[in-house]
């Protein structure tokens, strides 16, 4: 897809918000929400069992055939063999679903953001350490229904934890990094560490894209609500926040949570594309075109 419709507001899935690390921002201001427009969620909304182990998983862990892959494998490479070579359980990518780790494991199937909490959850309970990154990669564009929603990506690594009462061995210490989708020329492109915080908002902002495009309107915006708290940094929470009031009807709600975004990344051009045809929607054409041509300046149609 070369051209954007910009009629219809943009989700993103996965995005990241890229720079140098900064002190944390401040809470978002209450007058960016309006729960009592919403209704209750129909299910818990929150991140607090996102890496929690279910009974199942638990068994796999202590079962003979798991245990006979770490020995012969190692840790890091048993695990990874055990999840995705063996075909007694091997998992899936399924692009279209954000599970935590339990979720993904019942369900055998989840997207790379899916995986790498799942694989994180099984590597912590075996005592590795597990790093996030998000994978600069091409941004890709689909459409569901009047919705456009572009997909980042993340992988994770692998490593020992240090011993703290012995000398550093730097031969122990590399790092297995696991990518689930890997795009061709995978280990050249640039990535950047992420935090739990942040790993936290990309679900919670993932698990509001997913219900707003199935028109469960209220749970999104809890789950929207939920990831900007989780990570107030994020433009890409407030953008989602901001689709939301849209379809809700709530303009001038979308139109504060979208300068969120853009107080968060002046850049943002998610953010921008979502803003300008609001703008003009509200009365305002002057300020639209202005931000339509710094959107044009920014990255200028193709020819």
């Avoid at 969120?260 to 639209?288: S, T």
Wanted: net charge neutral; aromatic share 6%; with cysteine.
């Amino acid at each position: 897809m070369k051209r954007l419709l910009h009629t219809l507001p943009l989700l993103v899935l996965l995005a990241v918000l890229a720079g140098c690390a900064s002190p944390p921002p401040p809470a978002p201001p209450p007058s960016l929400f309006l729960d009592a427009a919403f209704a209750p969620p129909s299910e818990t909304i929150g991140a607090a069992d996102l890496f929690t182990l279910s009974p199942a998983m638990q068994a796999y862990l202590r079962s003979p055939a798991f245990k006979a892959l770490l020995r012969t494998q190692g840790r890091e490479r048993g695990l990874l063999d055990a999840l995705y070579r063996q075909q007694d359980l091997k998992l899936d990518y399924d692009a279209n679903a954000t599970r935590p780790a339990a979720g993904t494991y019942a369900a055998r199937a989840g997207n790379c953001l899916s995986l790498v909490i799942m694989t994180a959850a099984f590597a912590r309970e075996l005592g590795l350490t597990v790093r996030y990154q998000a994978v600069d990669v091409e941004d890709a564009w689909r459409r569901e229904g009047t919705l456009y929603l572009v997909a980042a990506h993340v992988n994770i690594a692998l490593g020992h934890r240090k011993p703290r009462d012995l000398l550093y061995d730097d031969k122990a210490d590399r790092e297995l990094v696991v990518d689930f989708l890997p795009p061709p020329d995978a280990a050249r492109l640039r990535t950047r560490p992420l935090n739990e915080a942040e790993l936290v908002a990309l679900f919670l902002n993932n698990r509001a894209a997913e219900t707003l495009v199935q028109g469960r309107i209220d749970d999104a915006y809890w789950c929207a609500r939920a990831a900007v708290h989780a990570n107030p940094a994020s433009p890409t929470a407030y953008n989602t926040l901001g689709v939301i009031y849209q379809h809700h009807g709530q303009l001038a709600l979308a139109e504060r949570a979208y300068r969120a975004a853009l107080g968060r990344d002046p850049d943002n051009l998610v953010a921008m594309q979502n803003l300008w045809p609001l703008l003009a929607r509200l009365g305002r054409p002057d300020e639209a075109q202005a931000l339509a041509q710094r959107v044009a300046h920014i990255r200028p149609p193709p020819l």
